[in-house]
T-cell receptor, first 116, second 110 residues
């Protein structure tokens, strides 16, 4: 138990579906992250909310939409995804100082997404 | 070429063997992480270090800032050590300042 909980653990969706991934952290951290892990590739940062500021990675397609209603909750809204979006989506949190992540990352168990 | 390179990519060893996983990086860093990912998917932080050496149980991590190299050692390896080990470095730039290696897939056979 790392203090970061992700739901659902597994999700299968069609290309026309709309679904959401949820992440909740119980660590009192002030930064939360979405990472994508595809086979044979390094972890890729998708989005980060740090000190209530959203930082985007411009290479993330608009079919992925993050939402951070408060410092403990993070969502990733999914719509009209493609089969190549099938991957493990990992949420993480950390304590940030001066807007930079210099601390230890705590990861959730991940949500395994399959797009048919 | 990835900014963080790990070797080997895959490693199979017998229970009890001494294991070394290497990480080389080509950018300036403020700290380096070693992470462990089990088949279920979750990732656990093992070490965060910026100099010297750290030890936790059977795990030892070392870093040489001048040579831009770090090693993770496992003594008296056990099948439960089977996992993917990921090296990540804190860079000055980037939204979260982290660059990840591709990971080393370790299998310890009984």
């Amino acid at each position: 138990e790392t203090g970061v909980t992700q739901t659902p653990r597994h999700l299968v969706m069609g290309m026309t579906n709309k679904k959401s991934l949820k992440c909740e952290q119980h660590l009192g951290h002030n930064a939360m992250y979405w990472y994508k892990q595809s086979a044979k590739k390094p972890l890729e940062l998708m989005f980060v909310y740090s000190l209530e500021e959203r930082v985007e990675n411009n290479s993330v397609p608009s079919r992925f939409s993050p939402e951070c209603p408060n410092s403990s909750h993070l969502f990733l809204h999914l719509h009209t995804l493609q089969p190549e979006d099938s991957a493990l989506y990992l949420c993480a949190s950390s304590q940030v100082g001066r807007g930079r992540n210099t601390g230890e990352l705590f990861f959730g168990e991940g949500s395994r997404l399959t797009v048919l | 070429k990835n900014e963080v390179e790990q070797s080997p990519q895959n490693l199979t060893a017998q229970e009890g063997e001494f294991i070394t996983i290497n990480c080389s990086y080509s950018v300036g860093i403020s700290a380096l992480h070693w992470l462990q990912q089990h088949p279920g998917g979750g990732i656990v932080s093992l070490f965060m270090l910026s100099s010297g050496k750290k030890k936790h149980g059977r795990l030892i991590a070392t870093i040489n800032i001048q040579e831009k190299h770090s090693s993770l050692h496992i003594t008296a390896s056990h099948p439960r050590d089977s996992a993917v080990y990921i090296c990540a470095v804190h860079r000055p730039g980037g939204a979260d300042g982290l660059t990840f290696g591709k990971g080393t897939h370790l299998i310890i056979q009984p």
